[in-house]
């Protein structure tokens, strides 16, 4: 009898004696005593049988790549991971995306749209929305003209809000930006954004088309970024109040 038959025969016994389980277990103990863990044997296993309760988080974290597959790596990678898990768990609190009364659900979730560039830019402010909001406020004539044009669903959104003005502001001005973001106030976002208006307003006003619109607000001037960038910020105050250090 060969070996493949001798497994097939003793899993057959062990199945019908109520010891189902018994041969894939030994199997994948042989699997995760190779030196270097074979990745896709494991994804075969995986597929064709129940993983055992005891081995099921090990073969998950190598399935995902929280551990490597060699062994002797296993310790100092988890310290590693453990650092990181801390790390982003932090930045998150600091940008004010989860607080210590976030269900743990929720924080997993940032967790992993953090570090896979999915988070939102904001967890519960629309930037969109927000700019048409204090644009009106501060030009609604403006905001007209942009409407007319159907400018406003056509606006640099992403160049503004997903790259946070990168490639849009010389770098000089842009860390005084991202400054602020990095700090927790993604809304300083808008303000940029409705000061560019302002600033700009008799050429966007001279436009007559969502096309032209958007063209020149993604090539806006780079010398008037400073000035725009400051009053962005006193905008910024004005609505929503001066920041303070809490102790």
């Known amino acids: 009898m060969t070996e493949d038959s001798q497994r097939n025969f003793r899993s ?9 389980g018994v041969e894939e277990k030994k199997s994948l103990e042989i699997l995760l005593k190779d030196d270097r863990l074979d990745i896709e044997k494991l994804c075969t296993f995986s597929q064709r049988f129940p993983l055992p309760s005891m081995y099921r988080a090990l073969v998950w974290k190598v399935l995902l790549g929280i551990l490597p597959p060699h062994h002797e790596s296993h310790a100092k990678v988890m310290t590693y991971r453990k650092e990181q898990y801390s790390d982003v768990l932090h930045a998150l609190k600091v940008i004010r995306f989860v607080s210590d009364t ?3 659900v929720e924080v997993y979730l940032r967790m992993y749209q953090l570090e896979s560039g999915k988070l939102p830019r904001s967890s519960s402010f629309p930037l969109p929305k927000a700019f048409e909001q204090y644009l ?11 409407k007319m044009c159907s400018a406003v669903s056509k606006l640099p959104y992403d160049l503004w809000f997903k790259r946070c003005f ?4 010389p770098e000089s001005s842009l860390q ?6 990095v700090s927790g106030s993604c809304k300083t976002l808008v303000f940029v954004a409705v000061e560019i208006l302002l600033t700009f307003k008799i050429k966007v006003m001279a436009l007559n088309s969502a ?5 020149f607000l993604e090539n806006i001037p780079q010398d008037s970024s400073d000035a725009i960038v400051s009053k962005a910020i006193d905008l910024w105050h004005k609505h929503c109040g001066t920041p303070v250090h809490s102790s």
């Open 102 to 104: 976030t269900p743990q």
């Open 12 to 20: 057959v016994y062990y199945e019908k004696v109520g010891f189902r």
């Open 166 to 169: 990168a490639g849009c502001l």
């Open 136 to 146: 009106n406020l501060e030009d609604s004539r403006l905001l007209t003209h942009l």
């Open 176 to 181: 005084r930006v991202w400054d602020k973001v």
């Open 211 to 215: 096309e032209k619109i958007t063209k």
